[in-house]
Structure formats: C-alpha cells, structure tokens
C-alpha cells in the first residue's frame, strides 16, 4: 500500500525526536559527567585504589618506606598505572612519582575524607586517604591513561565503547521499527477514510469505514464512524431521490399515453387551421417522452445497473460512426457547418445498438450545435489493443470557444448547462451529455471532456471492444 504524506512526515518526526532525545541525553551526560559509563570506571578505580591502598599499608608497616617506595615503582610498571602516596601526618611524598595535577586531587580528599575522582578525558584518576595499621594518615594517589589497541588508534567510533557504532545501529532500528508501527497505529483509520471518500466520490454509496477500524474508542474511531453515519445519510438521500426521480418518471408516462390518444382524436376531427397547433402539440408530447425517457435511462444508470439487462449484439462502431455523421452532416449543412470524419477504424463491441447511436448522437448534435458558423466537427474512431486493455476511442472534437475548466467536470450532469447562453431555448434540457454519460457507463466504458488547447471542447467516448 502506497505510505501517505502524512504516514512519511509522522514516520520522520518519531523517529528524529527519538535520535535527538538520545543525542540531548548524550550531551547533557557529558557535560554533567553522569554519564552512563562513568559508574563502571568509578568501580574499576576503586577497585585498583583499594588493592594499591591495602598492599601498600602493609609494605609499608613490615618492611618501611624504601621498601613501599619500590614496591610502588613495580606495580606501576606492571599496571601502567601512576601513583603518588603522600603521608598527611609528615606532609611529605613517599613514592618517587611527581604528583602532576593529582596534587590537587589528593588535597581534595583530604578535605573531605572520601574518595574524589577526576575523569577527564583521556585521564582516568581517583585518590582516597587510607589509614595504617599504625595509625598513620596517608592519601594515595593513581593516575590511569589509557592507550588505545595498536590496531584501532584514537577513541572508538562514535564515542566510548557502550555507544558503539553497533549499538548506535541497534538503537537506530529499534527505535525507526517502533516509530513504524505507531505511526501505522496513527495513520491507518485516516488512510482507509481517505481510501472510503474517493470510492464515495465515484458513486460506490455502500462503503463504510467503521468495520476496518476495529474495536478502537479513540478520536480517529470517532472520525470513522462519523464518516459512516454521512455515508448512509448521503445514501439514504441519494436512493430517495433516485426513486422519486424514477417514480416520477413512470407516473408521467400514463398521462402523456393519453395525451397522445387524445392528440389523435382532434386530428380525426380537427378544422383544416387546427393542424398547425396539433402538430406542435404532438411535437412537444414526443419531447416530453424523449425527456422521460433520458431521465430512466440515466436514473438506471446512477442505480448501477449494467447493460446485461438490456438487448445485446455486436455493433460494428465504424458503421455507426459514419451513419451518425452523414446524418448529422446533413443538418448541420442548413447551418453552414460540417461534419468531417478524420479516422475510421473497424472497431466492433457488444452492447444496445439503439442505446450506443443515441450516446455518439448526442455528443456529436452537441458539437455542431455550438461550433461556430463555417467551422467542422471532427470524428475519429480508434481501436487500441494493448495486452488486456482492448478499447474503442471515438473523439469528436468543435472549434467554438470551449467551456470554463471549471465547467468541464460538471457538463454530464443531468439538467446542467454552462451559462446563460446554454438555456432551454438554445442548449435544450441538459440531458444530452448525462444520457450520453449513463449509456457509456451502461457499457462498462466511460466518457470524458476537455477544452483543446487552440480551442473548441474535445469529447472522448471509451468502450470495451468485443
């Protein structure tokens, strides 16, 4: 499943508040020397202090002070460790090592009795009064320098070994695969409402989002059930006028039989100058009819009806083509216009001849009615066969001046028309376009307009071939 902008950008923060949390914690450990290693190098001190200190009192006490002078210089070389002892009492140095900078140290843990450490970097030093089995006061001193393995010189990657570039990694992963799953935890009820809008946008009115998001009690499952309950609002209101469009519809038809009966009996009956107004009226009832009609056909399509209920043989698109277009050719030459056909390719497709003439018709009386005088309605036929996709493209192309962008999704609506100038008396009851857009769909094909760029609107008619 493609990973929303939102998933991405949630994923990033976690996952970079979680680096920068541990970089904060790194730092502060730093600066404050509590950092996390710092316990095991105050035990390893300790531990080195406290063998120096005991072994040293007891040299001291049996063999004196020469003696703990060269047993100090062997365990140094040995250890690699640097040690001072001082004797507080006499406040002289007894090892023969110079106290550098751990003179200061050892004043310190004087003063305060305990053991004071010093840890910065690269020396690692403690010092802490010990006491003889004489009573003697004395401080003892060590000064540890570490030296990096021939093999690895300078301090390790990415800092002291607990913070290894292994262990970096291992934090990374863990820390990047648990931003994942929250943010997936976050995000999931979003996705699935946006997934859930856009199948409500293309006329699936049954889809709900609230079995996807499970037993969750939070504010994204709120959204989703809300979605829900818009979702059967918005069904219940669409089904109500679908049916009162289709009820309609039908009660219209009865009383529109009977005008046509009565129609036929003035004719019988008629004076010689009532003929003029009967056949306006008769003219207005197969208006009406052709009305009632567009209204079932694109009722039944908005219902999601398919053309399997409908009488079904295979059409040759080509001969089609070119009969609507002599056809229309003929009537738009009283209006000084023309209808040319560009390409016409041998396409054949399985569906309602009556239906598939009326779509291609009205798309094609539509264009000649709004090209300009002098100008041509373009008509091709293409059949594309690529793999599974095998399709049936008829294009018909006017010259006028197009419609707005905006208008363009808008124009196989029933009952819409563009401006002012497309009215009843000029651009008839906007039903052409939807009843176009209902057959197509009835198909299993699809229609769609849009403005050519040197000007005039461009229909495009797709359908499955046989």
């Known amino acids: 499943m493609a990973r929303t902008k939102l998933f991405i950008k949630i994923y990033l923060w976690f996952w ?10 790194v730092a502060v450990d730093r600066v404050t020397e509590s950092r996390p290693w710092l316990g095991h190098i105050k035990r390893n001190l300790d531990v080195t202090l406290e063998l120096y200190g005991q072994s040293s009192m007891e040299v001291l006490a049996a063999k004196g ?7 100090v210089t062997r365990m140094d070389e040995s250890t690699g460790t640097n040690s001072v002892i001082m004797d507080m009492d006499a406040g002289r140095l007894i090892s023969s090592n110079q106290p550098g900078n751990l003179l200061a140290l050892m004043e310190k843990a004087g003063k305060s009795g305990t053991t004071e450490y010093g840890l910065e970097r690269p020396l690692m030093q403690a010092a802490r ?3 003889s089995p004489a009573g003697g006061n004395y401080i003892i001193a060590i000064d540890i320098r570490p ?27 863990v820390t990047g695969l648990l931003s994942y799953l929250l943010t997936r935890y976050l995000t999931r009820p979003i996705i699935k409402v946006g997934e859930a809008v856009r199948q409500l946008a293309r006329g699936d009115l049954s889809t709900r989002v609230g079995p996807s998001v499970g037993r969750r009690q939070d504010e994204m499952a709120e959204l989703a059930h809300d979605f829900d309950r818009m979702a059967e609002r918005l069904e219940a ?38 003929e003029r107004d009967l056949k306006r009226i008769g003219r207005e009832a197969d208006r009406l009819n052709e009305l009632i009609e567009g209204l079932l056909l694109v009722n039944r399509a908005e219902s999601g009806a398919s053309v399997s209920g409908l009488d079904k043989n295979p059409v040759e698109l080509d001969k089609l083509v070119r009969s609507i277009a002599d056809d229309a050719g003929f009537e738009a030459s009283g209006l000084n216009r023309g209808v040319s056909v560009k390409t016409l390719e041998a396409c054949r497709v399985e569906g309602n001849p009556e239906l598939l003439h009326r779509a291609v018709e009205n798309v094609v009386r539509n264009a000649v009615h709004y090209s300009p005088e002098g100008g041509e309605v373009e008509i091709s036929l293409h059949c594309l ?28 609506r029933p009952f819409y028309r563009v ?9 008839g009851a906007g039903l052409g376009l ?26 495009e008619i797709l359908l499955p071939l046989k």
């Open 16 to 25: 970079l508040v979680t680096i920068f949390m541990m970089a904060t914690i």
């Open 65 to 71: 002070w020469s003696e703990l002078r060269d047993f």
């Open 129 to 131: 009064p010990f006491k």
């Open 147 to 173: 030296s990096p393995p021939p093999d690895r010189p300078g301090p390790p990657f990415f800092g002291p070994p607990p913070f290894s570039f292994l262990k970096l990694s291992t934090v990374l992963i």
């Open 237 to 274: 209101l669409v089904m109500s006028q679908r049916n009162l469009l289709r009820d309609v519809s039908h009660e219209l038809r009865s009383p529109l039989a009977r005008l046509n009966v009565a129609l036929e009996l003035c004719r019988r009956r008629c004076q010689p100058g009532d």
């Open 385 to 412: 066969e690529s793999g599974v996709d095998r399709r049936a493209v008829i294009l018909v192309r006017d010259h006028g001046e197009g419609v707005p962008e905006e208008a363009v999704p808008r124009l196989f």
């Open 419 to 427: 401006d002012a100038n497309r009215d009843r008396q000029t651009g």
């Open 434 to 459: 939807a009843i176009t857009e209902a057959a197509v769909r009835l198909h299993g094909g699809s229609v769609r307009a849009a403005n050519a760029e040197d000007g005039g609107l461009m229909v």
